[in-house]
């Protein structure tokens, strides 16, 4: 029986904690192959400083309502029955309920996520995000916005389910950084609760 007890990080003003067995070895490797092909993955492509250039990474939004992050418009999308599946399954850890998937899909180690909070409006006040880790393990790191604790990682790994709930948004940024080591493929899943 995977291990579903989860381990909290001490940091001030945040509520973060990981579930480092949501799903057991086998069950992960199965579904990062079935993610690969279920999800209609998209090279979405954002402008900074007058240039347009590509995200570093695949991803589409799966939700009932639209969502805009960094002026990136994504459409409303059904679930598929599998990220359904796999949404009750964060619930049922968490204890939270979500309406809408943000899925990535990590190539290799050059492709990332900046520094950001998961902050916009429709996320409402105190948003709980449930991020759900498949295929290789990559770092996660978190920073206070105000510079006055120290930034921590967790090496997020297969199977891993990561918890931000709380105030964390409000005084906490993350990222996936690029790395110089070599890293296979990883599909992140971030569920949560949107109101239009």
């Known amino acids: 029986m995977p291990n579903t007890n989860p381990i909290q990080y001490p940091a001030p003003q945040a509520d973060i904690f990981c579930f480092p067995q949501a799903y057991s070895a086998d069950e992960s490797a199965e579904i990062f192959e079935l993610l690969k092909t279920d999800l209609d993955w998209q090279q979405a492509h954002i402008t900074l400083h007058g240039r347009t250039v590509p995200i570093p990474r695949l991803q589409q939004w799966y939700g009932a309502s639209a969502y805009t992050y960094s002026r990136l418009h994504m459409p ?4 598929t029955p599998l990220l ?12 939270f309920t979500y309406n809408s998937a943000l899925c990535n899909l990590y190539r290799h180690e050059r492709d990332s996520v900046a520094w950001h909070a998961d902050d916009e409006a429709e996320l409402g006040t105190n948003p709980a995000i449930a991020s759900l880790s498949f295929g290789s393990d990559r770092i996660f790191q978190f920073k206070p916005k105000s510079g006055l604790t120290p930034p921590f ?5 297969a199977g891993n389910l990561l918890l931000m709930k709380g105030e964390t948004q409000h005084y906490w940024l993350h990222q996936i950084p690029k790395t110089n080591k ?4 990883r599909i992140c899943l971030t ?3 949107t109101y239009s």
């Open 84 to 95: 359904s599946r796999l949404k009750d399954r964060a619930e049922q850890l968490t204890g």
């Open 153 to 157: 990682n967790i090496n997020l790994q």
């Open 182 to 185: 070599p890293t296979g493929e």
């Open 76 to 79: 409303a999308r059904p679930m």
């Open 191 to 193: 569920f949560r609760m």
